[in-house]
Structures are given as C-alpha cells and as structure tokens.
C-alpha cells in the first residue's frame, strides 16, 4: 500500500537556527569518540543520515558520546567507554544477566541526581491550574521539598526496590515524590485520578506499593472533583499498602478519614534534611513502572531503569528537541502518562518545566478582542504567560482546538515558541496546516512517536532538518528502525510494521512478575525472531521520512488489504461537521470477508443524514482509495479513548461483535461503549 500523502516542505530552519542547534555541537563532539564529520561550517548544513548511521554502526561509543555530552553525573570506571561497560549489544533481546543487552555495567548512577544538578533560584518548577492559579519552586527550593519527602520515605524504612505509588492530578508534589522516591532508590509508579478503581487497581495492585499517595481533590472543566471515595478503595484494595500519604489540593486540611495509617503532607515531610539524599545504584536500577492501555488485556507493568531513561530522554531533549537550560518546556499530560516522565526528565538539562492540571480545552482566563468570549484557549493563555519556547500536545488536541476555532497566531503573543510537538496519535497532513496557519508560521513542528513500552520515541524531530507535511522527520539517533512486510522484508515507500533491529538503553529492564522473561519476549519478539515489532503499522517515505497509520492491531482489512485507521480519519475530521471519527473492522461470517464500519461524533446538533454520509464517502475516495471508503457510517453521541486520550478501536470492535471489551477501566469514559451495543445494521449484520 503506498502513501496518500504527498509531502511538501512546511518550515525549514534558516541557517542560524542550524548552526546554534545543540545537535550540532553534538556532531562535533562525537568526533572525538570516532564520528564522521558531518557539520559542514561553510554551507551550514549537517549531514544527519551521516551520523544516525553512524549511531547505529557504533553504539558503545555514540551512547558513550550522549553521556558525556549531556554531563552525566556517576560513578564509573576509568570511562564510560571502558572495555566490559557494554555487554550483549550485538543481539536484540530482552535483558538478562548472561546474554541480553546491558549498558554501562561499571557504571552507578542516581536519576534524581542528574535532574537535581541545579542549586541555585532560577525556576525549576511552574504549575497551573484551570483558573490560572500559578506556583514556581526554584531548583533549590524543589531540592529542599525532595529531601524532606525522602526523608520521610526514609523514616518509614523504604529503600531500594521498595514500591511508591501514586493517584494524583498533575501536581508539584507528583514530580517532588517522584524524585524523592528515585533519589533513595525506590521505584515509583504514578496514575492519574481520572482512572477508574479497577483500573487503577489492575496497574497498581500488581507492584504491591508499600506508600500510597493521594489527592483529595481535582479540577476538571470548572468543577471540583472529590477522589478520596476512589482513594479510599484503592488503599483497601491494595493490601500491601502500609502507608497512605494525602496530598490537599486546595486551601484546607487533608481529610484523612477512611483510610489505614493516612498521614498529610506537610506532616509526612516534616523538617526533613537540608540536602537530598542520593543512591548511586547500577546504570539498569528500576527507576519506575509503567502500565500498557490494557485495551487489550490485563495492563502490562513495564519496569524501566533509571539509566536508560535518564540517558535515552537526555538524548531527545537535548539533540532532538534543542533543549537548553534557559528554555521553557511544557507538555499536556497526566501523570499516568509516559510523556509526564519525559517532561520531567528536562530538569536535567536545567530547564524549566511547567506542569497543568486541568481540562485542555477549558476556557482562558480573560475575554480578548482577538477571541470570542469563553474560548477554550487556556493552554495559550499559559503559553504567552510563562513564555514557552517548547510546547508539547497531542494531535487529537490540536485537532479540537482547529474545530474550536482556536487561532492563537492572531489571539496571543507566542514569541517565545520556538517548537511545537505532537504525539499519541498520527498528526494528519491538515493538522500541520493548522499549526502553521494558525498558531505560527516560524516554528519547529515536531511529531513524534513511540510509546510506554520504551518511555521514549523511535521517529523525533530534527531541528537541523526541514519539516515535510504530514511527515515525522526522522528515526531517533541510535535507533535502528525500519518497516518491515509480513514477511520480514524491509519496505520502504509502503506501509508494513515498524521495528527496531539493535538494542537500545530504554528498553524494559523487565516486566514485573515475569521472572523468566516469557511475557517480554511475547509482547515484542514473537512477531519476528529476535527483533522488536512495536505494533505500529507506518510507512517509511522515499524521501526519508516516516508516516504512523495507527496501531497494527487494528487496521483494517477489507478483502485482505491491510489499511491504518488514520488514512480514513484524515479526510473525514476535513469535515466541519465532524469532530472526530473512529473506524473498525467487522467480520461478516456469511462472506468470511471484513466490512468497514465508521462512527463519527459530529458537531452539537447536528444529525447524520444521506447527504452527509455520501460526502462523507466522496472525501474518503477522492483523498484514499474506494477500498477505504466505509460499507457503514454511523452517527454517535460518544467515542470511548483511554486516559492518554488515545481512541480505543479494539474495545469497540469487540463490542459490535458481541465479544466482551478487556479491560474497560482502562477508558476514560466507559461509559460510552454502550452506545455501540445495539445498533440496527451493525450489531445485527453476521
């Protein structure tokens, strides 16, 4: 199947921006440590096919390159390049002790540490809310409330390997515990309140935490929402739970009725220690567990070292993303999601980060002549007001906000802004325009993509390098990705499953309870032997570029040809009627073959009727092929999406087919798979 997207250069970064870029400095560096050179200074350009090659040819030395580059700070042998410091690199498989890949084995590190380099007042930490409300921590005010909650931790007797978990909105004390929690080297695991109780139960029942925190309360679209009943049950429910830690959110006490040994914050810090206590632990120290979607199952608890993270997002941050210690980088996310442990990991560059806890689309602050009253612009608000120069999304959100009507070019001052990034879902050749039509011209669009499984990405931008429509820019330095037939073959120009044939430093330390590697191997080396399969059905183009069609678990296969969901959902969300669609497959017993079925969720008031379904399917065919185009269109109130705001094809396909949808609690709103339940011509058609 080859690409429907006819790329086109949308920004291309002058020769300044090239020349100062930290990729650069990078690429000059790595000579020392036996790169190419690659930065030609007279025409300004870097070579950067050049030195990815280069990454993946000599990996001991490039990730040795990144570490000393990024100033990481350890315990280690004579170098980090010192023979024996790398251990399995020539084969792609789990971990273990004889024969998987293992990183720096001399070395011993302390995440929190390296995020924690800065003593001094300039901002650390930012804070939001939906009303506007604002904190800052300084790095050595964020040192400080990390050494008291780590002493309290301390106090209880947790050490390393120990389990902390959490159930908080996107707070201060959130990243302070977490830090906290990596600083003695305990393992943290965090999830948002917006989990359900068997959700979060599933995900954190698993690791058996010793410490629980919560929050009594969050904010979502305006209201105040009461999560201790939910807390109360999950500290029940989770027998191994010994202490309970509340986190007030609001100006009042904690309300620590209900619960086992519950104890506030400030009385759980108490004085604490002046100075943050720092375990340096092996390079592959659990750091902390993560969960899959559980769309499909029982949630995966992935456990990611503390090495590897840390490396492997100093390596985005400061070579993909240009990240400099003066800049200002926020990410929309909740803390059950992997991109809030990526923002977090910025602090290492010395960076502000800036956290919100709230709606994405509630509404700004103040009315402005530029914006119709009430408009859901918050994020731009908060944009303007701390002077972002990196703002990270996901493409459903920048979908919404064209919907909206959102215009921040003309709305807010974004001087600041120098890259945007986008990430959970494909960003569609039309959310590029709107970026550049829309919120800036003069800015580095980044869509990247890659997943909880690696707490990372495998396709990043470039900031040396053009932006081409509808095109992630690149595979990652150090990734050896490619797209693969079901064959096994490389494909390039056409869509197959995306892999990665070399090991990387992110790759699960391991799954928990999972002590012969069984599940691991399972989940990404069963496809094809001995190389990861990521589950993404993509495209890499003749032009060097990459395309992400959705996940290959659920594309689409009428008549035995494979189609991602995202083509279809490109020219449908075109429409103004439409704010968003969801495609599956159903199987039809009496033809053996499969039929596409497409709900979409229009605008308030609006119904479907023949007109719109026939110009529905007249802008599928006339972008796609006839083969994309829908046998069913249905109209629905609501599409169900996981807490990451990701849609959830798989529960709804099991639903339509009468089939039980897993793992339900994993949905941010459950409720709307009934909606898909009975629906003449579908649920009755076999």
């Known amino acids: 199947m080859k690409s429907v997207v006819e790329p086109r250069t949308v920004w291309a970064p002058d020769a300044a921006r090239r020349e100062r870029a930290r990729l650069v400095e990078f690429a000059t560096f790595a000579e020392t440590f036996g790169a190419p050179a690659t930065w030609d200074g007279k025409d300004q350009r870097l070579d950067y096919a050049a030195l990815h090659r280069w990454s993946l040819r000599d990996p001991p030395h490039f990730w040795a390159a990144v570490w000393q580059f990024c100033g990481i700070v350890a315990d280690y042998g004579p170098t980090p390049s010192a023979p024996g410091s790398f251990v399995g690199l020539e084969r792609m498989a789990p971990p273990d002790p004889v024969s998987g890949p293992r990183w720096f084995t001399e070395s011993r590190l302390n995440y929190a540490e390296n995020l924690l380099r800065r003593k001094d007042e300039h901002p650390a930490l930012v804070s939001w809310d939906e009303t506007g409300q604002r904190s800052v921590l300084t790095f050595a ?43 003695i080297g305990a ?81 759980f810090c108490g004085d604490g220690d002046p100075e943050p206590y ?52 926020f990410y929309y996310t909740t803390c059950g999601w992997m991109m809030w442990n990526w923002l977090v990991s910025s602090l290492a560059t010395g960076a502000t980060v800036v956290i919100y806890d709230g709606a994405a689309l509630a509404p700004g602050l103040a009315p402005r002549t530029t914006r119709r009253q009430s408009a859901p612009d918050i994020l731009w608000d908060l944009a303007e007001a701390e002077g972002l120069t990196v703002f990270g999304t996901s493409a459903k959100y920048l979908s919404h906000a064209e919907k909206e009507g959102l215009a921040p070019a003309r709305s807010h001052s974004l001087i600041q802004l120098r890259t945007i990034l986008s990430t959970g879902s494909p960003l569609t050749g039309d959310g ?45 330095l150090g990734m050896a990705v490619e797209i693969w037939s079901p064959e096994g073959e490389e494909v390039v120009g056409e869509a197959g499953e995306l892999v990665c044939k070399q090991p990387f430093p992110s790759m699960p330390v391991a799954f928990w309870n999972d002590p012969q590697g069984e ?33 290959s678990d659920a594309t689409l296969n009428p008549g035995g040809v494979r189609i991602g969901t995202a083509e279809i959902y490109r020219p449908v969300e075109q429409l103004d009627e439409v704010l968003e669609a969801l495609a599956v497959g159903q199987e039809i017993e009496s033809s053996g073959d499969v039929r596409i079925v497409l709900f979409v969720r229009l605008r308030e008031g609006l119904t479907l009727d023949a007109n719109l379904r026939d110009r529905i399917r007249r802008q599928i065919r006339e972008s796609t092929t006839p083969r994309h185009v829908p046998a069913v269109i249905v109209q629905v109130a609501d599409i169900p999406r996981t807490i990451s705001g990701k849609i959830s094809e798989i529960a709804v396909r099991e639903v339509i087919h009468d089939r039980p949808a897993p793992n339900v609690g994993a949905l941010a709103n459950p409720e709307s798979l009934e909606l898909f339940r009975r629906i003449p011509g579908v649920n009755d058609v076999r």
């Open 278 to 329: 720092f375990e340096r632990l092996p390079f592959d120290h659990p750091l902390a567990i993560l969960y899959s979607s559980g769309t499909t199952g029982l949630p995966k608890a992935i456990v990611h070292g503390a090495g590897g993270t840390l490396l492997q997002h100093l390596k985005e941050l400061a070579l993909h993303t240009d990240l400099r210690s003066d800049d200002r980088i």
């Open 519 to 551: 599940k691991y191997c399972d989940a990404y080396f069963s496809h094809f032997d001995g190389i990861w399969r990521h589950g993404d059905w993509a495209e890499e183009t003749s032009d060097g570029g990459w395309i992400i069609f959705g996940r």
């Open 141 to 183: 005010e964020l040192r400080r409330h990390v050494a008291r909650f780590g002493a309290g931790l301390r106090r209880l007797g947790i050490g390393p390997g120990d389990r902390v978990a959490a159930y908080l909105p996107n707070l201060p004390e959130g990243v302070i515990a977490m830090l906290a929690t990596a600083s």
């Open 432 to 476: 590029f325009d709107y970026v550049y039509r829309a919120i800036k011209p003069d800015v580095h669009l980044a869509s990247i993509s890659g997943g909880t499984d690696i707490i990372s990405c495998f396709l990043l931008g470039v900031p040396t390098e053009p932006v081409r429509r509808g095109e992630l820019q690149a595979a990652g």
């Open 187 to 267: 393992i943290w695991s965090s999830t948002s309140p917006d989990f359900g109780v068997e959700a979060v139960v599933d995900r954190v029942g698993q690791i058996e935490p010793r410490v629980l925190l919560v929050a009594d309360q969050y904010r979502y679209l305006g209201r105040r929402i009461d999560s201790l009943p939910r807390a109360r049950e999950i500290a029940r429910r989770i027998p191994s739970v010994e202490h309970t830690v509340v986190v007030a959110n609001g100006a009042h006490s904690p309300r620590l009725d209900g619960f086992h040994c519950a104890v506030g914050w400030e009385e």
